[in-house]
């Protein structure tokens, strides 16, 4: 569908049609940037290891020292990191790649991690300078550096996040939209209401006012074309990157289920083929095939969703240029990414991860949305159609088995109260825990800080 604009674009004036039903921001705006001055940056140099800076090309000194690089992690024999890149371009050559998150698949411990990586994360680009790391790519292709774009965002996410990197996948817009409608849509949950600006159709010039309009997205299931899926994981007119890492995790998600059809799956030779055109990759149809038996058989539970949100990053104005940025906080990211990536049989948190039954006392799709945050927290969640026990509030009903952190754990996961854990007596209970979702549930969550 030619013609669609990214929605990053504000428009000039008011649009003279407005037609959303609500016109609310999103509850997670950008925050005001936190001063930072050089001096609170520890110094250290860049190893000879690695390319000296400005080996490829000259630039002014850094802002900032050159951050060490990390401690690299390892993995087991035939797991496979992926970059998941999405970029800015509209036209010509030059693109940032403005999305990106890391995939790894790791079929001997048996998980697989989505990390959502911010892209104005200031950083070392090896053999170069200090830099958003999605101007990465864009660097490596104008400054020649061998291997080109893709080798120097591997080379900037191995020095500065420890993980090696050597397979990605970068899907424009156009390609984006065709792998969703490929797929037949895809069913979104979306845990928060959010409303941005939207362009009335697609097809509508993105220079005028007139045609642009606030758009809302409720909570709930939500069934997406190629263009409502693109406009909902890239739009930020009205909320920050943090909270588009959500929304582009919940896309890939649905997307995920999706692919995991049999009239799918039966299908990959073929939507590989048809993809070539649309989606830069160097993942090999071979690579695609030896991950299937994996992919199809994973747990939801095994599948970790996590962000470099709030917790893991300062806001920093450049001086030079006055630019704000994401100052990466080295111990907070190393142990998000040490959570995130560890084998199931290294820890017995995980090992063994509670059971939760989910049931529902007002809508349906609220519990799938609370399934949903167990499954990104690491919890086994069913949702199963019983009738529900007599009370009108969400509330953990809680065996006597269990070891009391567990149901910390879950209360945390789902953004409830302790008070909200009720004993279950022994009699009636079939599990150890069973959700009870009513329709005073919010299951929107700040990626950032959860």
């Not at 407005?18 to 016109?23: F, L």
């Not at 411990?109 to 990586?117: D, E, H, P, Q, Y």
């Amino acid at each position: 569908m030619a013609g669609y604009a990214a929605t990053e674009h504000v428009p000039p004036a008011k649009p003279s049609v407005v037609v959303a039903t609500y016109t609310r921001r999103t509850p997670f705006a950008p925050s005001a940037p936190t001063p930072t001055s050089v001096s609170d940056i520890t110094a250290t140099v860049a190893p000879s290891s690695w390319p000296e800076p400005n080996t490829y090309g000259g630039s002014a000194t850094a802002a900032i020292p050159i951050a060490p690089p990390a401690e690299p992690f390892t993995f087991p024999e035939g797991s496979l990191n992926i970059l998941l890149l999405g970029s800015d371009r509209r036209s010509g050559p030059s693109f940032r790649t403005d999305t990106i998150l890391i995939l790894s698949v790791q079929p001997a411990a048996g998980v697989a991690a989505l990390i959502s990586v911010p892209r104005d994360l200031y950083v070392y680009l090896p053999g170069y300078t200090v830099s958003r790391i999605n101007t990465a790519w864009i660097y490596g292709e104008s400054l020649h550096v061998p291997g080109g774009g893709p080798q120097l965002l591997f080379d900037t996410v191995r020095y500065n996040l420890g993980i090696p990197v050597d397979r990605y996948a970068l899907v424009e817009m156009y390609g984006f939209r065709q792998v969703v409608e490929i797929v037949g849509g895809i069913d979104v949950r979306v845990a928060c209401e959010y409303t941005d600006w939207r362009l009335r159709r697609p097809d509508l010039p993105d220079q005028l006012g007139s045609s642009w309009a606030l758009f809302t997205v409720p909570q709930g299931v939500i069934h997406m074309d190629g263009d409502f899926a693109l406009w909902y994981a890239r739009s930020r007119a009205r909320s920050s990157d943090f909270d588009r890492a959500r929304r582009q995790q919940e896309v890939l998600r649905g997307l995920y289920r999706a692919g995991l059809r049999p009239d799918i799956l039966a299908r990959i030779p073929e939507l590989y083929a048809a993809l070539q055109s649309s989606v830069r990759t160097n993942i090999s149809l071979e690579d695609v095939l030896g991950l299937a038996p994996f992919v199809t058989r994973l747990e939801p539970s095994r599948l970790r969703s996590r962000f470099i949100g709030r917790g893991q990053v300062r806001q920093y104005r450049v001086p030079t240029s006055g630019a704000f940025v994401l100052l990466p906080e080295a111990a907070a990211i190393r142990s998000l990414l040490e959570e995130a990536l560890a084998p199931t049989d290294q820890d017995s948190a995980l090992a063994t991860p509670p059971r939760v039954e989910v049931v529902w006392s007002g809508r349906r799709q609220l519990a799938l949305l609370a399934q949903e945050r167990l499954l990104y927290a690491g919890f086994e969640a069913v949702v199963i159609d019983e009738d529900p026990p007599p009370g009108s509030t969400t509330r953990l009903l809680v065996s006597n088995a269990p070891p009391p952190e567990a149901s910390a754990r879950i209360l945390a996961a789902l953004g409830l109260p302790s008070e909200a854990a009720i004993a279950w007596s022994e009699a009636e209970a079939t599990t150890s825990f069973r959700l009870v979702v009513d329709d005073d549930y919010d299951p929107c969550f700040d990626p950032s800080t959860s």
